[in-house]
């Protein structure tokens, strides 16, 4: 079983992608509860590398829809313009066009296509993380492909 520094390294550069590309408020902040998390549960987790990844990409999507809940509640902020993400960032930027052509789905396609791809789950892991069967899963990424491939010819 690998520690949580070990799962940290390995996953945190993904799940932090894919809460940048869900548009999630505050992502490295998420970033943090998600593996506060795993560090609190990892000792009573069960299964193989694959499992444990779905695992932390479910606490990623969880911990997601709470930060939106929670952001629902609050006032908007009084004044000035709050950036979509820090000045410097760890990781590579993404491409400008692919962040415009994402920003382009609706919220469920954007959320597939980031978990099938920047987290590398099967179809299977991501129907079990949005709820959703894996047929419906498969039209909403074939939709979402189309739309990307739209978005980035133009």
Do not use: C
Request: net charge positive.
């Amino acid at each position: 079983m690998p520690g949580v520094g070990d799962v940290y390294r390995t996953l945190a550069p993904a799940v932090l992608g894919y809460l940048r590309a869900q548009r999630a408020p505050e992502p490295e902040d998420l970033l943090g509860e998600v593996f506060v998390q795993v560090a609190r549960d990892l000792p009573r987790f069960k299964g193989d590398d694959a499992a444990l990844r779905r695992w932390v990409f479910a606490i990623a999507h969880n911990r997601l829809l709470d930060a939106r809940r929670r952001q629902g509640r609050r006032p908007p902020p009084a004044s000035g313009v709050i950036p979509d993400r820090p000045a410097s960032l760890p990781a590579e930027p993404l491409d400008p066009a692919l962040v415009k052509a994402l920003g382009a789905l609706t919220p469920e396609q954007r959320e597939v296509i980031v978990l099938r791809f920047v987290a590398d789950l099967p179809l299977e892991d991501v129907a079990r993380i949005v709820s959703r069967r894996v047929g419906a899963v498969k039209a909403l990424q074939h939709r979402a492909l189309d739309a990307l491939a739209k978005a980035l010819a133009t």
